[in-house]
């Protein structure tokens, strides 16, 4: 069984300061993880993966997430966070089958 | 290339029409995939498709029907829809070289937009 937990529904920064998204996960197996994000009115765009190589993981638009093992947690971070990350963040587990599992999602909004 | 086309972006349909959502990946994936996603909600896991084979329905009703008639191309079928039925379905896919996803990546396209009246 696997499951994800996005620990913020909402999250509101301004523009230029850094952005912290969470995520912890369970799973029975070792898990590749996923950050996507979804624009209004758009499909799901891959952010990063982690898949058992480098616990830090670099992903598109500035955006890094850590994987540790020991407080199953895979948490999102950006730097800077520009008007244009405002948007639909998702955390998504897939162990040993065809399913994924999604978190409820985090909505992030940007301060001008 | 990751891309994942679907048509059409947007579709009205009346509760007795007969209408179908089509998706098409050249990545040469051999995993494809239909989604379900309300407002403000995560996307749901309708059907998988291995190897052009039917591998997952997850329960849904027998109103929508894929069809997957080669290794690139999906389609979803609607018949006598309810209005419940309106929200953002999402084609994606993935490589199935080992029979699991675990590890590979899926990739969604940018989804079809329905709405039942």
């Known amino acids: 069984a696997q499951s994800v937990t996005q620990l913020d529904s909402h999250v509101s920064v301004s523009e230029g300061t850094p952005v912290l998204l969470r995520c912890n996960y369970s799973?029975?197996?070792?898990?590749?993880l996923f950050w996507y994000v979804q624009h209004p009115n758009k499909g799901l765009q891959l952010l990063l993966k982690?898949?058992?190589?480098?616990?830090l993981v670099k992903g598109i638009n500035g955006f890094e997430a850590e994987f540790k093992k020991s407080e199953t947690s895979f948490h999102l971070t950006k730097p800077s966070a520009h008007m244009s990350d405002a948007a639909e963040y998702f955390c998504?587990?897939?162990?040993?089958?065809?399913?994924?599992?999604f978190g409820a999602g985090t909505t992030v909004t940007v301060r001008a | 290339d990751t891309e994942v086309t679907q048509t059409p972006k947007h579709l009205v349909m009346g509760m007795t029409n007969k209408k179908s959502l089509k998706c098409e990946q050249h990545?040469?994936?051999?995993?494809m995939y239909w989604y379900k996603q309300k407002a403000k909600k995560p996307p749901e896991l309708m059907f998988v498709?291995?190897?052009?084979?039917?591998?997952i329905n997850e329960s849904v009703p027998s109103r929508f029907s894929p069809e997957c008639p080669n290794s690139s191309l999906l389609n979803l079928h609607l018949h006598a829809l309810q209005p419940e039925d309106s929200a953002l379905y999402l084609c994606?896919?993935?490589?199935?070289?080992?029979?699991?996803?675990?590890?590979?990546?899926?990739?969604f396209g940018e989804g079809s937009w329905l709405t039942v009246v």
């Open positions: 994606a896919s993935s490589q199935d070289r080992t029979g699991k996803i675990s590890g590979n990546t899926i990739y």
């Open positions: 799973s029975s197996y070792s898990p590749s």
């Open positions: 982690y898949t058992s190589a480098a616990t």
């Open positions: 998504v587990v897939s162990s040993n089958d065809y399913k994924l599992s």
């Open positions: 990545m040469g994936h051999r995993a």
């Open positions: 498709y291995s190897y052009e084979k039917l591998s």
